[in-house]
């Protein structure tokens, strides 16, 4: 059973920055993608980040696209996510999740997904 575990939330001021990371263990595969997801009070879920772990290729939502990067040690098993020039509608929970399937179709797609951490909170003021 994989096991996804977040850290690196924290508060920061509009502007800032914050890395947060992904270990996973119990999840050794590095065919299929690996994802970042937020969700703010009172919102659904959604999407910002993938990585196709065979190639590197990334995805972004346009939230978050110029801003935001996803990267990858496969060697320790933890996937990253970069997150610069943080805006105060980026307050949310940030969870991480790996997907059934690779490539960029269903990259964001939060049903492609079958593992997920618990969560790590990002508070962004302004």
């Known amino acids: 059973q994989a096991q996804l575990v977040e850290s690196g939330g924290g508060s920061v001021q509009a502007g800032g920055s914050l890395r947060l990371s992904c270990a996973a263990s119990?999840?050794?595969?590095?065919?299929?993608?690996m994802g970042w997801f937020r969700q703010a009070p009172g919102k659904e879920r959604e999407g910002v980040a993938a990585i196709y772990r065979t190639l590197g290729y990334t995805y972004y939502s346009d939230s978050v696209k110029g801003r935001f990067t996803i990267s990858q040690d496969k060697v320790e098993n933890t996937v990253f996510l970069q997150m610069n020039s943080l805006k105060p509608e980026d307050t949310a929970m940030y969870y991480c999740a790996a997907s059934r399937y690779a490539g960029s179709t269903y990259a964001l797609a939060e049903w492609a997904y079958n593992a997920w951490g618990q969560g790590t909170q990002v508070t962004v003021s302004s």
């Open positions: 119990g999840y050794s595969s590095h065919t299929t993608n």
